[in-house]
């Protein structure tokens, strides 16, 4: 049965009652959903096109003001992007306003069942923990290791 936002709903109906390790499950649109996992991790959900997928979501942390420039946080983020092929496709990006560190990846259209979404969300948050606390390592390297060598060491 192809993906669609009915499919997807029934989906999303399911999963919070079905997932331990989830404790709320909220629409925000048809196509938008809000999952907050056991451990404070809040994934948005969406439901995307060109090729169908799900993204899945999560700020994983801030920069913290005055830890390193705008343009070695671009080299850091853009690093992690590279090695994608060691992250399952995961990415980073920074918001532009506030410094939030987003982890993002897609799931294929094949995962989009109960057992898939659930491992998918699963491996999703281990990953965030990941990020979360390399970030945190990161912005306490001194002067002489850059992010950018620290990034490099810890994926």
Do not use: Y
């Not at 799931?107 to 969300?121: C, I, K, M, N, T």
């Not at 699963?122 to 060598?149: Q, W």
Request: glycine fraction near 8%.
């Amino acid at each position: 049965m192809p993906l669609n936002a009915d499919r997807l709903k029934m989906i999303m109906m399911a999963l919070g009652p079905a997932s331990p390790k989830i404790q709320e499950v909220v629409t925000n649109e048809a196509d938008d959903w809000g999952i907050l996992l056991d451990d404070g991790t809040q994934v948005h959900l969406s439901l995307r096109e060109a090729p169908l997928r799900l993204e899945l979501a999560a700020i994983v942390g801030t920069l913290p003001e005055g830890a390193t420039d705008a343009a070695e946080a671009a080299r850091m983020l853009l690093v992690f992007n590279l090695l994608s092929h060691e992250t399952g496709g995961a990415r980073m990006a920074l918001s532009p306003d506030e410094g939030h560190v987003f982890l993002m990846i897609d799931v294929p259209e094949s995962w989009a069942d109960l057992p898939g979404l659930q491992a998918a969300l699963e491996s999703f948050a281990r990953l965030a923990e990941t990020c979360r606390g390399f970030l945190t390592d990161a912005c306490r390297v001194g002067e002489r290791d850059s992010m950018l060598n620290h990034l490099m060491r810890t994926v």
